[in-house]
């Protein structure tokens, strides 16, 4: 497989969709033979097969289609959830996002110390004042062993 998700011949990105021909193109250039609409999980969906002709001597079908698969088969979301998503995609790669995201990951850093060294997801209480009050107490419980860690010298995990 080549590159991380989103990107590479393998990838929903790699290949081309003409939503007005209904047909879609491989990395390689092989077209589509086939294009269904469909509702799977609730989901209305696109069934698009490429044909064996063209897939069973492209060298890379076992990777895109899997070992004893003879030709390609893939699901689309709709157009319009199908280009927001590619959108998003290509949003996910910019540095503007990756400073964002970054901060995320930091609280989610912290969210998940907190569930795992201080069980946080559960409530050991009934009633909003005394939930409030674990969460207050689980927080300052997270600066004190932080503080504790600080002191011995042990470093912060990298997010």
């Known amino acids: 497989m080549a590159g991380p998700p989103g990107e590479g011949l393998f990838s929903a ?10 047909q879609v193109t491989c990395p390689r250039g092989a ?15 696109v069934k698009v097969k490429l ?11 076992a990777d895109r289609a899997g070992q004893s698969a003879s030709r390609r088969l893939m699901t689309l979301r709709d157009r319009r959830e ?3 998503l590619q959108t998003a995609r290509k949003r996910e790669r910019t540095p503007e996002f990756r400073a964002v ?12 110390q907190g569930e795992r060294c201080f069980g946080l997801h559960r409530a050991r209480y ?8 674990q969460h207050i107490a689980i927080a300052a419980a997270m600066n ?3 503080i504790g860690n600080w ?9």
């Not at 077209?31 to 969906?45: D, I, R, Y």
């Not at 044909?51 to 079908?61: E, L, T, Y």
């Not at 009934?126 to 009050?133: D, H, Y």
């Open 31 to 45: 077209k589509s033979s086939s294009w269904a609409a469909s509702t799977e999980f609730g989901w209305e969906t």
């Open 82 to 84: 199908f280009e927001g």
């Open 101 to 112: 995201y970054a901060l995320r990951a930091g609280m989610e850093a912290a969210i998940s």
């Open 151 to 159: 002191l011995a010298g042990i470093p912060i995990a990298p997010t």
């Open 144 to 146: 004190l062993m932080r």
């Open 126 to 133: 009934v009633g909003l004042a005394k939930t409030r009050l």
């Open 13 to 22: 990105a790699a290949i081309h969709v003409d939503w007005n021909a209904r």
């Open 51 to 61: 044909s064996q002709s063209d897939c069973k001597p492209c060298p890379n079908r």
